[in-house]
């Protein structure tokens, strides 16, 4: 069948938080600096919340702060928990500054074979806060953020929902990503055509998935969708 439609993944896909094994963006001190919390309960708590973050379930990062704040039995005024709203914000823009030149050489080829491009992303409000303003935009049909659609990868409804957001079936579509959150395996189970692009993932993570055909450049997924979208 004729492909129709590319699906991708956001981070460490289409853009990375890493460079040279570092993150472009240091963590942030103020959880010990100024929440003055334990610095490993408080990642706990945030990490036991990673799917309803993701799903939309709190609405901003002020309230899941505040809500583990609440179990912590501990309490610092609005204007701290704001300030490290906006330095998340500020933080999460980094990898949208400056996109790799082949991400963009593969999606403007892919514009080119009259495809279409669509974002399935797991994130939050203030994960995404510079997509819209982002050399990536303009390049995608439509854009599909977790958060937003109240519906998580690998959650097969997220994938049904871009297929029919495009009017495609998932049997015309390829899905691309690092492979986080079991979002292969999530689009393999609606019937697209899964492939784990590794470009920005070292070898030793890219190695833990391996029942995926692997994209080890972008320029391969050109090489790809030039045989299956004639």
């Known amino acids: 069948m004729r492909i129709k439609a590319i699906f991708f993944d956001l981070f460490e896909t289409l853009i990375s938080e890493f460079e040279n094994g570092s993150r472009k963006a240091p963590r942030s001190t103020l959880l010990e600096e ?21 799903d939309g379930t709190y609405t901003d990062f002020p309230s899941v702060v505040k809500e583990i704040l609440d179990v ?4 610092v005024d609005d204007e701290i928990i704001e300030t490290l709203h906006k330095e998340r914000i500020t933080a999460k823009a980094i990898p949208f ?11 403007e080829e ?6 279409k491009v669509c974002l399935i992303s797991n994130c939050t409000p203030e994960e995404v806060t510079a997509w819209h303003t982002s050399e990536l935009a303009k390049y995608f049909d439509d854009a599909l953020f977790s958060y ?15 297929c029919d957001r495009l009017g495609v079936s998932p049997e015309e579509s390829l ?6 959150s079991n979002e292969l395996n999530g689009a393999t189970n609606v019937g ?21 055909p692997k994209l080890t450049k972008p320029a391969e997924l050109i090489n790809l969708t030039r045989k299956l979208a004639l």
């Open 34 to 54: 100024q929440l003055q919390v334990d610095a490993k309960r408080y990642r706990e708590e945030w990490n036991s919340r990673q799917e309803k973050r993701m």
């Open 72 to 75: 912590l039995d501990h309490r």
């Open 97 to 107: 500054s400056n996109i790799d030149k082949n991400i963009i050489l593969m999606l």
């Open 110 to 115: 892919l514009k080119q074979l009259g495809l």
């Open 148 to 162: 937003e659609v109240k519906l998580a990868k690998p959650n097969p409804q997220i994938y049904h929902l871009a």
């Open 175 to 180: 899905f691309v990503g690092d492979g986080g």
């Open 192 to 212: 697209m055509n899964a492939y784990h692009a590794t470009w920005f993932i070292p070898p030793y993570i890219s190695e833990r998935i391996s029942d995926y």
